[in-house]
């Protein structure tokens, strides 16, 4: 199914100079036609909508208090007022201490929808609520969840799945079995280092797998997670397994996938998956110092659904 949103780099700031140099315009004017009384004596339409008056002219984002203004009316939320240095984006001006207290009010009385409406989220909120739920908003653009980078691209699943296969160039996997084998020479030099092994494709949804070798403490160590690409409500329909071993032993780890909401780093520093002991993946690998071979092989499932209360009932017997 084609994507309707595209990949979005997100940018941590904007330089003063490109802020200052942006068109000027009043606050309260409209670049709209304006609709003047007509012959009957009709009251004309305002020159801009509340919703524009309450767009920061810098970062375009709703302003809440404290809403600034110079001298000259020109307002701007409190964020943009450091980024310019407490100049006027608009007349250049020092911006000062101003309140606008009469827009603030203004703002107190407004609902709006969500940002993310034009992603499908169809809730209205009042004004000073909206923040609140678009922290929140299930709508809301996923961060890319390639691990080892700090990659800045963000959009819908669709569109991270082709970024992750074109330009992460990761293994994309059909079916909800796998069988990684990972190998690695002079194994008692353990860096922190990071892989996305493969994305898996399975009961209509996207999850990955990752691999990443670090320290715990003073204790060299690897460890193997799943993500599920989508929210944390829907990653608890599903469970995984994984499995490494050798020389007649094995270790095996169940649990839930994590939502790619949360960073591969908070995954790994909560220990949410099969931990390997430096010792222990050398003792699968044949005691071999020289290279590290092992293997993790593992399944996704979904759990039964409660007919009930439509809660999961554990897979205990899987």
């Known amino acids: 199914m084609e994507s309707s949103i595209e990949c979005i780099s997100i940018q941590d700031g904007v330089r003063e100079d490109e802020i200052l140099n942006t068109h000027s315009f009043s606050q309260f004017s409209s670049s709209k036609p304006s609709h003047n009384s007509n012959l009957n004596g009709g009251v004309s339409a305002p020159p801009a909508s509340v919703h524009e008056l309450l767009e920061c002219p810098v970062c375009t984002n709703s302003m809440y208090p404290p809403i600034h203004q110079c001298h000259n009316g020109h307002t701007l939320c409190s964020t943009c007022k450091v980024r310019v240095h407490n100049r006027c984006p608009t007349c250049r001006q020092e911006l000062g201490d101003i309140r606008c207290l009469a827009l603030e009010k203004v703002a107190e009385s407004l609902e709006l929808p969500c940002k993310h409406n034009s992603l499908g989220c169809p809730e209205i909120f009042p004004y000073y609520s909206k923040l609140k739920h678009e922290a929140i908003c299930s709508f809301r653009p996923y961060n890319c969840p390639y691990a080892g980078s700090e990659c800045s691209v963000a959009g819908d699943i669709q ?12 293994d994309m996997h059909s079916g909800c079995t796998f069988n990684h084998r990972y190998v ?12 996305m092994l493969t994305v898996f494709h ?3 949804r996207y999850f990955c797998l990752h691999f990443e070798a670090f320290q715990l403490g003073t204790a060299p160590v690897y460890m193997a997670f799943l993500r599920f690409m989508g929210d944390e ?8 397994s994984l499995e490494v071993g050798g020389n007649g032993r094995k270790l095996i780890w169940e649990g839930t996938p994590r939502s790619i909401r949360d960073g591969h780093r908070k995954v790994r520093d909560s220990h949410d998956g099969l931990i390997i002991q430096r010792n222990m993946a050398l003792f699968f690998s044949g005691g071999a110092k020289d290279e590290l071979k092992l293997r993790v092989m593992g399944r996704i499932w979904k759990e039964p659904q409660n007919p009930d209360g439509g809660a999961c009932i554990p897979n205990l017997f899987s």
Not at 159 to 170: A, G, P, S
Not at 185 to 194: C, K, Q, Y
């Open 184 to 195: 690695k020479s002079n194994p008692r030099d353990v860096e922190n280092a990071t892989w």
């Open 233 to 240: 409500m829907e990653a608890r329909n599903f469970s995984y």
């Open 159 to 170: 569109c991270l799945v082709t970024h992750l296969r074109d330009d992460h160039k990761v």
């Open 202 to 204: 399975c009961f209509g």
